[in-house]
């Protein structure tokens, strides 16, 4: 395709902005439409392996990322309530070593931010706030794009980067019927100024018990630590980041949890205790027609198990940038960008969904038994953190699975 070729966008998250970078470095014309009529994120954290930080730093954000992140020293896999550790994976220079690229932890606002000011130095113009994305028609010259307002834009290319409820993908593959997990996600976020003075190092504690496990970490530079606590639930509640609930349900969830994990719950603000309900989507085999595709949450909606799924959005802008110039035929990009990320995403969706079990066994000795057959770190610096979006070798258009 060649560089004229005008791409849009449905959705400024994470995956959006990223794509709309690598677009633009490739010379593409991009346009963003975003269906909120403010730019931002939520106040929750990120964590992104060297995988996704090795296309940011790409991007020209690497002093950027390091004004705002915390680079933890080690993954712990904690015992719920004696802390005895299960397992330690080294994180800090080790994985930068070994996978040409740091492993950083965020406030996802603070990573938002500055992946908007980077997109819009680059086109100022890029991003349409208020504009929500309905569906789109498409024909031999082009793809129109259907807006809630009653207007339209003309494009070459229709990418929807429209999250885990997304319209472009309802439209291309059908509605996915989201199957609740059975597991729904606390988060807050306690000032370490509120905790007692070296309460815990820069690491990344996972913290694993019978039907619960809690990942507790660093942001911003180490000023506001970092809560999820996922909890096997048979209450439905709403799947989204926004949806509080009472602080007393959270700590009765925690009950007979370490001090540690009691130190963070009371130190939260009462008011600002929120709760997702975790929803699994098998992934789809098809993301692509002939002048549109996903990419992120909407091609490959994942459990947050492995910490993957911002990073996957991130890869597939890169993989994605690439794939455009891999071909004159638009139709056979888009296959060549699907066909070198299917398998990838569908592995981690599905190992994900296996943490799932494993960090919520019901006793400590089958957790210990649990992790003693696991070696993750030298498996996942294989095939997960090593992966290459800059480099890797693109698919052809015919080997779609
Ligand atoms: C508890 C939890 C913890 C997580 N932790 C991590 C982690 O540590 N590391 C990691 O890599 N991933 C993590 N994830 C996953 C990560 O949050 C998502 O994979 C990531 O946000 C996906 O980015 P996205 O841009 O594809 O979608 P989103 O972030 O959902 O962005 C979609 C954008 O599209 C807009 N939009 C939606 N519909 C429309 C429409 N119709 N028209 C126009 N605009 C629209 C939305 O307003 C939004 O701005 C976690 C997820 C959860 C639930």
Redesign the pocket.
């Known amino acids: 395709m060649n560089n004229k070729e005008k791409v849009l966008i449905?959705?400024?998250?994470?995956?959006?902005i990223t794509a709309a970078l690598c677009l633009l470095r490739a010379g593409f014309a991009v346009e963003i439409?975003?269906?909120?009529s403010e730019l931002g994120e939520v106040g929750?954290?990120?964590?992104?392996s060297a995988n996704?930080v090795q296309v940011l730093e790409y991007l020209g954000l690497k002093e950027k990322l390091a004004e705002i992140a915390v680079q933890p020293l080690r993954y712990e896999f904690k015992i719920f309530d004696t802390a005895e550790i299960l397992q330690q994976i080294p994180l800090g220079e080790a994985h930068s070593n070994k996978h040409g690229a740091p492993y950083l932890q965020f406030h996802r606002a603070d990573l938002h931010a500055v992946l908007v000011q980077k997109a819009l130095e680059l086109s100022p113009s890029l991003i349409r706030l208020g504009?929500?994305?309905?569906g789109f028609d498409e024909d031999a010259q082009g793809v129109t794009l259907k807006l809630s307002d009653g207007t339209t834009e003309r494009g070459d290319i229709l990418i929807g980067?429209?999250?885990?409820?997304?319209?472009v993908r309802a439209q291309i593959a059908g509605d996915t019927i989201p199957e609740y997990t059975g597991q729904v996600?606390w988060?807050v976020m306690v000032p370490t100024s509120d905790l007692p003075n070296d309460f815990m190092e820069h690491i990344t504690e996972i913290w694993v018990g019978p039907g619960k496990h809690a990942v507790v970490y660093f942001l911003r530079r180490g000023e506001l630590l970092n809560f999820?606590g996922a909890v096997d639930h048979a209450e439905w509640s709403e799947e989204g980041w926004t949806v509080k609930y009472p602080w007393s349900d959270m700590k009765k969830d925690f009950e007979g949890w370490h001090p540690n994990i009691q130190k963070i719950l009371d130190a939260a603000d009462h008011d600002m205790c929120f709760r997702?309900a975790?929803n699994n989507r098998p992934p789809i085999k098809n993301w692509s027609t002939d002048r549109a595709t996903l990419?992120?949450?909407?091609a490959h909606a994942?459990l947050?198990y492995m910490?993957?799924?911002?990073?996957?959005?991130v890869e597939d802008g890169a993989v994605l940038a690439r794939a455009l110039k891999a071909s004159d035929n638009v139709s056979e990009c888009l296959q060549i960008y699907q066909n070198s990320r299917i398998e990838r995403t569908t592995r981690i969706v599905n190992e994900s969904s296996a943490n799932k079990k494993l960090f919520h066994l019901n006793s400590t000795e089958e957790l210990k038994a649990a992790f003693a057959k696991r070696d993750i770190s030298s498996e996942r610096s294989d095939w997960l953190f090593s992966y290459d979006a800059l480099n890797v070798e693109l698919a052809s258009p015919h080997s779609g699975i």
């Open positions: 449905a959705g400024g998250g994470i995956g959006g439409f975003e269906q909120a929750a954290g990120i964590q992104l996704a504009k929500t994305v309905t980067a429209d999250g885990i409820k997304s319209a996600a988060r999820v997702w975790l990419l992120g949450d909407a994942t947050p910490a993957q799924g911002a990073a996957m959005a």
